[in-house]
T-cell receptor
Framework: GAVVSQHPSRVICKSGTSVKIECRSL??????MFWYRQFPKKSLMLMAT?????????EQGVEKDKFLINHASLTLSTLTVTSAHPEDSSFYIC????????????FGPGTRLLVL | GESVGLHLPTLSVQEGDNSIINCAYS??????FIWYKQESGKGPQFIID?????DKRQGQRVTVLLNKTVKHLSLQIAATQPGDSAVYFC?????????FGKGTRLSVIA
């Protein structure tokens, strides 16, 4: 149980285009999902907290207009990187927490973004 | 501020030996801890958790020990295998969302 998927697993795009990454909780409902970014050999850096039906909460230094988050249902959150630039190339990981009050966060497999 | 961190950044272990990965936390109110394993190019994977009312919890080949007095927890891996090579993070769920330290990279020597 507690499976989280991400799509796509890898994406290559041209500079200036937008990319959407989906995060789905497959066997549980997730009131809250989180988006992380990870650079090579570095730890996970929290970007934003996504709450179903409300606006996302962004961490300091993360541009909300650049990284658009939508959490339209209890099983789906999306991260859209708008007007992507090469410096946005990174490994993006989502995680999800259940609605039952359980504290464990389960992570998706990550999405590798390369902006040319 | 409150933080969770790892003592050692790297650990090399001979295949078949036991591995011990340590973690310190500073939030004395924390009552639930999780160990995650992250293999290269993958998302973190839940390994084992422990609540503050326990000192020890065992899983399959893994054991987590919690010392609340010194705010320290450890992950022990028995008979370490090549597939155990990864970065291991401890997480303190007293903070939501989770805050991760750098992690410890475990390398298994065949």
């Amino acid at each position: 149980g507690a499976v989280v998927s991400q799509h796509p697993s890898r994406v290559i795009c041209k500079s200036g285009t937008s990319v959407k990454i989906e995060c789905r909780s497959l066997d549980f409902q997730a009131t809250t999902m989180f988006w992380y970014r990870q650079f090579p050999k570095k730890s996970l850096m929290l970007m934003a907290t996504s709450n179903e039906g409300s606006k996302a909460t962004y961490e300091q230094g993360v541009e909300k207009d650049k990284f658009l988050i939508n959490h339209a249902s209890l099983t789906l959150s999306t991260l859209t990187v708008t007007s992507a630039h090469p410096e946005d190339s990174s490994f993006y990981i989502c995680s999800a927490m259940g609605t039952s009050g359980q504290e464990t966060q389960y992570f998706g497999p990550g999405t590798r973004l390369l902006v040319l | 501020g409150e933080s969770v961190g790892l003592h050692l950044p790297t650990l090399s272990v001979q295949e078949g030996d036991n591995s011990i990965i340590n973690c310190a936390y500073s939030n004395s109110a924390s009552d639930y801890f999780i160990w995650y394993k992250q293999e290269s190019g993958k998302g973190p994977q839940f390994i084992i958790d422990i609540r503050s009312n326990m000192d020890k919890r065992q899983g399959q080949r893994v054991t987590v020990l919690l010392n609340k007095t010194v705010k320290h927890l450890s992950l022990q891996i028995a008979a370490t295998q090549p597939g155990d090579s990864a970065v291991y993070f401890c997480a303190d769920t007293g903070n939501t969302p989770l805050v991760f330290g750098k992690g410890t990279r475990l390398s298994v020597i065949a």
